[in-house]
Antibody
Framework: QITLKESGPTLVKPTQTLTLTCTFS??????????VGWIRQPPGKALEWLAL???????RYSPSLKSRLTITRDTSKNQVVLTMTNMDPVDTATYYC???????????????????WGQGTLVTVSS | EIVLTQSPGTLSLSPGERASLSCRAR???????LAWYQQKPGQAPRLLIY???NRATGIPDRFSGRGSGTDFTLTISRLEPEDFAVYYC?????????FGQGTRVDIK
């Protein structure tokens, strides 16, 4: 059974750095083709992909947020950590982590949808 | 980045009716790498369809996806009460991965 769960602060102040942890079970981030991504959703708005890390430590970031994001993994703890610097009230959102489904790949990259999702954690940015 | 536009914004239907949701991409989606998700209030999205037409594990066969290139459709053949939700399309053929703005299916 695959599960993912997000954890981290519920409230951060503007300009602070947010650190979120995704703890998962039921799969290994060391296994070929596996990835874990982060997606956020402002209240009442659409989903936005943020970052993704693969089994081989390859990483992808949203270009619009790349300068503020860092994604890392700890395979021994079955965790993926996302940090986002210089938080702003517009970053208020529910943050989800999700694992990737069956991976396709070619010389130009990897291709996979998001299969299992965590329950999400609401992060509010306010002074 | 590939912009996805979903229509209509809201679909008001009765249980038992057929729902057709559209997702259009501003440029062709690589190898039809398009997914559909269902999201109910207070819940995480749930994968319904991947690769434009493949149902995810455990998804009822009343859900079907079709399309290619820039035009994709999610069809719910007969709406059940639990199907009233928001539906998102997502392309994963080009980075950055992008989502549509969603279509809300509500009870008429």
């Amino acid at each position: 059974q695959i599960t993912l769960k997000e954890s981290g602060p519920t409230l951060v102040k503007p300009t602070q750095t947010l650190t979120l942890t995704c703890t998962f079970s039921g799969f290994s981030l060391s296994s070929f083709g596996v990835g874990v991504g982060w997606i956020r959703q402002p209240p009442g708005k659409a989903l936005e992909w943020l970052a993704l890390i693969y089994w081989n430590d390859d990483k992808r970031y949203s270009p619009s947020l790349k300068s503020r994001l860092t994604i890392t993994r700890d395979t021994s703890k079955n965790q993926v950590v996302l940090t986002m610097t210089n938080m702003d009230p517009v970053d208020t959102a529910t943050y989800y982590c999700a694992n990737t489904g069956d991976l396709d790949y070619d010389s130009t990259g990897y291709y996979s949808y998001f299969d299992y999702w965590g329950q999400g954690t609401l992060v509010t940015v306010s002074s | 980045e590939i912009v996805l536009t979903q229509s209509p914004g809201t679909l008001s239907l009765s249980p038992g009716e057929r729902a057709s949701l559209s997702c259009r991409a501003r440029q062709s989606v690589t190898r039809d790498y398009l997914a559909w998700y269902q999201q109910k209030p207070g819940q995480a999205p749930r994968l319904l369809i991947y690769g434009a037409s493949n149902r995810a594990t455990g998804i009822p066969d009343r859900f079907s996806g079709r399309g290619s290139g820039t035009d994709f459709t999610l069809t719910i053949s007969r709406l059940e009460p639990e199907d009233f939700a928001v539906y998102y399309c997502q392309q994963y053929g080009s980075s950055p991965w992008t989502f549509g703005q969603g279509t809300r299916v509500d009870i008429k």
